[in-house]
């Protein structure tokens, strides 16, 4: 659970460094051009949040949830659990994650054998 943990602040750690120096990367003639790499560090860092708060619940299968997050905020989840109290569980989490507008299902329910 340490190592776990430790990944997850280190991956949180890395993108927020990155948020700085794109930020400064960005061209200062246009506003567009600063938004589009803030934007996909928003969602960068909106998808690192969802993921660490399913580590945090302590599910086993947290790790076999995949997150993606889109340009509008949308989370879209995925992977396979054992049990639609386990996917809905994912969905209720991901929801309640700042910045995230809403939350598509893809999770496949798949009882242990």
Excluded: F, W
């Excluded at 948020?19 to 061209?27: V, W």
């Excluded at 690192?48 to 708060?53: E, F, G």
């Excluded at 939350?103 to 054998?113: T, W």
């Amino acid at each position: 659970m340490k190592i776990t943990l430790a990944t997850s602040c280190l991956v949180l750690g890395a993108l927020l460094g990155s948020m700085g120096s794109m930020a400064y990367a960005a061209d200062d003639s246009s506003a567009m051009s600063q938004s589009k790499p803030m934007r996909a560090v928003k969602d960068s860092v909106i998808t690192t949040k969802v993921k660490a708060k399913l580590m945090a619940e302590k599910m086993s299968y947290a790790k076999d949830i995949k997150v993606e997050t889109d340009l509008n905020g949308i989370v879209s989840l995925g992977g396979t659990v054992a049990t639609q109290e386990d996917s809905d569980k994912a969905t209720d989490i991901a929801q309640d994650t700042d910045g995230v507008n809403s939350v598509r299902n893809h999770i496949k329910v798949q009882p242990a054998q």
